[in-house]
């Protein structure tokens, strides 16, 4: 298959789910490969829906609603990857009571294909993280967190290649700075490496050797920030390759992706759904094997 690149379509490029209900989306072209990117970011340990009286958030969320969701979209094109781009624990009595083994295997059960690692993954220590490992069937991409002279150590990828009706997907993750935001104790010797730099070298790998058609950064980085703080939109603009950006740690809802330029001169998307569960993003790409990129349009779905 030749080199690919995406087209979005306008009519259901893009999408997000809330999850109260969703919406069909209208738009397919069998002649063109179809892949579906679904991810959730800051779910903070949210199992349960928010009840009828919350003021901000009645009857939305929960892990049952967004099973049922996944499972409709599976079902409507099995070209699917389920993501999460961390902050997994901490945020409810779930977390206090189970230590993360709950999370885990929910997320398993709803068999999501890779995570990144958020600093509240933290809070129960490295060994908290390790020792709840084994409730996880799906893969941890880190590449910027080394965890050499950890109990973390060899159990996180820094990069995976999923592979979808013949289109090569891959995916790298980046963690934010833990120094300063998460006591010592409790990451030890876990060393933060530089997100640019990172990111530049695992686009060269994952494009250049492994000639993946699309490339995902699973990213804890944040949103954006008004001082030098590496974020998501300063790395799309520093690097190149990267089709999509999704995003955690701030709880930035967006109500549809942004899209950057990178340095190449070409657009990335960057999105992120908010935190508690409450959305599943949704991106749909088309791809076919002409060598021009466009990206024009999104839609909402509510």
Known sequence: MKRRNFIQQTSAATAFVGLGGLASLSFKKDSLKHITILHTNDVHSHIEAFGPDDPKNPNMGGVARRASLVQQIRNENPNTLLLDAGDIFQGTPYFNFYGGELEFKLMSKLKYDAATIGNHDFDNGIDGL????????????????????TVMEGHTLPHKV?????????IFGLGIELQGLVNN??????????????????????????????????????????????????????????????????????????????????KVLVNQVGCYGLYLGR????????????SDGVKIVL
């Open 185 to 266: 104790r409790l990451y030890k010797e876990t060393k933060y490496l530089d997100p640019v730099e990172t990111a530049q070298e695992m686009t060269r790998i994952l494009k250049d050797e492994k000639k993946c058609d699309l490339v995902i950064c699973l990213s804890h980085l944040g949103y954006s920030y008004n001082d030098e703080k590496i974020d998501d939109l300063k790395l799309a603009r520093a690097t190149e390759n990267i089709n999509l950006f999704i995003g955690g740690h701030t709880h930035t809802f967006l109500e549809k992706p942004t899209v950057e330029t990178n340095k190449a001169g070409k």
């Open 283 to 294: 991106i749909d790409f088309y791809l076919n094997g002409d060598e021009d990129l466009q």
């Open 130 to 149: 390790y020792s709840q490992l084994p409730h996880a069937d799906f893969d941890f991409i880190c590449s910027n967190y080394d965890f050499s002279n």
């Open 162 to 170: 999923f592979s979808k009706d013949g289109v090569k997907i891959g």
